[in-house]
C-alpha cells in the first residue's frame, strides 16, 4: 500500500527537526542537520518503490538516521514493529517474533551466513548444502520456486518468516546476497548517506541488479562528476532529501556542495539503465607511484573472505599496498595453524596471484583486538 504523509500545514517543512552527527569513519563527526521536509520526501519515496511484508524486528541502534527513518516509514505503512533488546537477544527474538522483513548492515548478514555454513560444517553436510543452494538458484532461475521447502531447517532458524531484508550502511559482497536469495530471503541492498535523509536507492523487491545497490528512488537526482554524469567518478546527489546543511558549521557546509547538488564523497558509475555502482570511499583512494587508483574497498572484500580473517583494513604504508588484519584465532586453532603471520602471508601470496600487480598486498600486520567501530558497525578506518 502507499500512503502519503506530507508535513502538516501548521508546520514549517524547512524547520530542522532532527540533528544526527555522522559515524566519522574518517575525520571529526559533524551535525547533520535534517528539516521536516527532508524526512517526509524521504520516507514517501520509498513507500512507492519498496513493498514490506509482514511484521518486522528492529536490530539497530535508533540514533542512527538508517534504523530511526526505518521506523518511521514502518509506522507509515502501517507494519507491527519489535525493537530488539540487545544483540545478544537477537538470534532468541527472531525465533520468538518470527519477523517477514528486517533492516539490517552487512555485518549481521555475515554473521548468521557464518552461523549456518558452521553448523553444515559440523554436521558433516557443508558440501551437501553448497551442492543444494547451487541446485535451488538453478531452480529459480528457471521460474521453479522451492528455495523456502529446500531450506526451511535454515530459516527456522531466523524464525520462519524471514523473507525480505533491507540491508544498507556499508558494502556488502554479492556472495552473501547470492547465498540468501538461494535460502529464499531476498536482500534489497541500497545506498544512503546521512546527509540524505538517508537513503539515495536501493534494489527492488522484482527489480534487481546483481553488484549494483539499486536505482535512485522517485524525486532524487543522482550523477557523477564525469563529464557524461555516469562514467566512474564521485557522485553528487540533489533533490528534497538532501540536508540542509551542517549544524553550526558553514564552512563544512559551503564544501559539501557544489551548487545545489551534494557531493557525496563516494566514487562510483551508473549503468544505461539507471543502476548505481559503488566502487569505493573518496577519502579512501590510494593513489600510487604509477599513477593509478586503488581503492581499499575493492582489495578488502576479497582478503576477508579468507577463513583465518575476521577483519582487514587496507592501506598505503611507505608506498606499499598493506592489510591490517584482525585474525579469526578459533579458526586458526582449529585448524592447528600456530604461526598466524606466516599462513595469512601464504594466503594473501595466492589472493595476489588473481589481482593485478599494482593491486597486490605485500605488506601484512596482524593486530590483536577487533577495530573501533561506528554505531552501524562500520570499521573506523583512521
Not at 513493498?51 to 518486522?56: K, Q, V
Not at 543444494?132 to 529446500?150: C, E, F, P, T
Request: hydrophobic share 40%; aromatic share 10%.
Amino acid at each position: 500500500m502507499i500512503w502519503d504523509a506530507p508535513v502538516p500545514d501548521d508546520t514549517d517543512k524547512d524547520e530542522i527537526c532532527l540533528i544526527i552527527y555522522t559515524s566519522g569513519t574518517t575525520g571529526i563527526a559533524k551535525g547533520v542537520a535534517l528539516t521536516q521536509d527532508n524526512l517526509c520526501s524521504d520516507i514517501n519515496s520509498l513507500t512507492k518503490v519498496a513493498y514490506f511484508p509482514g511484521h518486522n524486528l528492529f536490530v539497530l541502534p535508533l540514533n542512527h538516521v538508517y534504523a530511526f527513518t526505518g521506523v518511521l516509514l514502518f509506522m507509515l505503512e502501517g507494519v507491527t514493529s519489535y525493537i530488539s533488546a540487545g544483540l545478544k537477544r537477537v538470534s532468541q527474538e527472531m525465533k520468538e517474533y518470527a519477523p517477514h522483513a528486517m533492516l539490517m548492515v552487512p555485518l549481521f548478514l555475515e554473521t548468521m551466513y557464518g552461523k549456518v555454513m558452521d553448523s553444515a560444517k559440523k554436521q558433516g553436510i557443508e558440501k551437501k548444502l553448497q551442492l543444494l543452494m547451487k541446485v535451488s538458484l538453478r531452480l529459480y532461475a528457471m521460474g521453479i520456486d522451492v528455495r523456502r521447502k529446500l531450506f526451511k531447517r535454515v530459516l527456522d532458524e531466523f524464525g520462519g518468516n524471514l523473507s525480505t531484508v533491507i540491508c544498507g550502511g556499508a558494502a556488502i559482497d554479492q556472495e552473501y546476497i547470492t547465498a540468501f536469495r538461494a535460502f529464499g530471503i531476498h536482500i534489497m541492498n541500497g545506498y544512503g548517506i546521512t546527509e540524505c535523509s538517508p537513503v539515495i536507492s536501493g534494489n527492488r523487491n522484482c527489480h534487481w541488479r546483481d553488484g549494483s545497490v539499486g536505482q535512485p528512488i522517485p524525486g532524487c537526482e543522482i550523477k557523477t562528476d564525469a563529464p557524461d554524469g555516469r562514467s566512474e567518478g564521485e557522485f553528487y546527489v540533489r533533490g528534497r532529501m538532501v540536508m540542509k546543511g551542517y549544524y553550526n558549521n558553514e564552512a563544512a557546509t559551503r564544501e559539501a556542495f557544489d551548487g545545489d547538488w551534494y557531493k557525496t564523497g563516494d566514487i562510483g558509475y551508473i549503468d544505461a539503465d539507471g543502476f548505481i555502482f559503488i566502487t569505493g570511499r573518496k577519502k579512501n583512494i590510494i593513489i600510487l607511484s604509477n599513477g593509478k587508483n586503488l581503492y581499499p574497498e575493492e582489495i578488502e572484500q576479497q582478503l576477508v573472505k579468507l577463513p583465518a580473517i575476521c577483519e582487514v583494513v587496507v592501506y598505503e604504508d611507505g608506498r606499499q599496498v598493506a592489510a591490517e588484519i584482525f585474525p579469526d584465532t578459533d579458526w586458526l586453532a582449529e585448524n592447528s595453524i600456530g604461526d598466524a603471520q606466516a599462513h595469512l602471508e601464504a594466503a594473501i601470496a595466492q589472493c595476489n596471484k588473481q589481482l593485478p600487480p599494482y593491486k597486490n598486498v605485500t605488506k601484512i600486520k596482524l593486530r590483536d583486538t577487533a577495530f573501533p567501530k561506528t554505531s552501524t558497525q562500520k570499521i573506523k578506518r583512521y
